[in-house]
């Protein structure tokens, strides 16, 4: 069993930076691939992006590419997504996931955060 902590969250002016945080507790984080999914008011959950267990492959959502990072540290037990040139369409709650499948559907991911509470504004 893991479980999943999201830290990091809050309220930022447009083209802010955040970087959220999710340690796992459990010995298997380092053999899950991980990713962050986000779920804004009266929208479905939707994929941001992923990175895998091994080499670090990432996937990132066209509408965040080139503006997040997804990075991870085996030994901490911990993936970080750095927000910059924040959005108020990026407003959301962000999820934590992880699993050992790879894709950008929920199916993919076995284990989920609680949320934090991500919100763009001036």
């Known amino acids: 069993q893991v479980q999943l902590v999201e830290s990091g969250g809050g309220l930022v002016q447009p083209g802010g930076s955040l970087r959220l945080s999710c340690t796992a507790s459990?010995?298997?984080?380092?053999?899950?691939?991980m990713a962050w999914f986000r779920q804004a008011p009266g929208k479905e959950r939707e994929f941001v992006a992923t990175?895998?267990?091994?080499?670090?492959?990432?996937w990132y959502a066209d509408s965040v590419k080139g503006r997040f990072t997804i990075s991870r540290d085996n030994p901490k037990a911990t993936v970080y997504l750095q927000m910059n040139s924040l959005k108020p369409e990026d407003t959301a709650v962000y999820y934590c996931?992880?699993?050992?499948?790879?894709?950008?559907?929920?199916?993919?991911?076995?284990?989920w955060g609680q949320g934090t509470q991500v919100t763009v504004s001036s």
């Open positions: 459990g010995r298997t984080f380092s053999t899950y691939n």
């Open positions: 996931a992880g699993g050992t499948g790879w894709g950008n559907t929920l199916n993919k991911y076995t284990y």
């Open positions: 990175i895998s267990w091994s080499v670090g492959n990432t």
